[in-house]
């Protein structure tokens, strides 16, 4: 199987930055994309960036956060700055991985680190 590890989530305050890092381990053939997701309380999960050959971000965290990825070492990490009150969450990993080269690409979540924003 799959496994996603997180770290760096943390207790920051407002305007500082915080760096979320992801490694992917166990039964990977390739990854065809790396991304972050979020999950406020009372709301649904949302992405926040995701990565293949490109990057793309949610319009609220545009300019602020910046996701790249270590192919030989199958990690993503998640630079973000500025943060605001309103980026408290939990932050969740996510992959798209393929176990062999020709099994269907599969879905695999990390199990989330909190990321809290606050004065």
């Known amino acids: 199987q799959v496994q996603l590890v997180e770290s760096g989530g943390g207790l920051v305050q407002p305007g500082g930055s915080l760096r979320l890092s992801c490694e992917a381990s166990?039964?990977?053939?390739?990854?065809?994309?790396m991304g972050w997701y979020r999950q406020a309380p009372g709301k649904q999960r949302e992405l926040v960036a995701g990565?293949?050959?490109?990057?793309n971000y949610a319009d609220s965290v545009k300019g602020r956060f910046t996701i790249y990825r270590d192919n030989a070492k199958k990690t993503v990490h998640l630079q973000m700055n500025s943060l605001k009150p309103e980026d408290t969450a939990v932050y969740y990993c996510?992959?798209?991985?393929?176990?062999?080269?020709?099994?269907?690409?599969?879905?695999?979540w990390g199990q989330g680190t909190q990321v809290t924003v606050s004065s």
């Open positions: 166990g039964s990977i053939f390739s990854i065809d994309a």
């Open positions: 996510n992959a798209l991985v393929r176990t062999n080269w020709h099994a269907e690409a599969l879905d695999f």
């Open positions: 990565i293949t050959s490109g990057a």
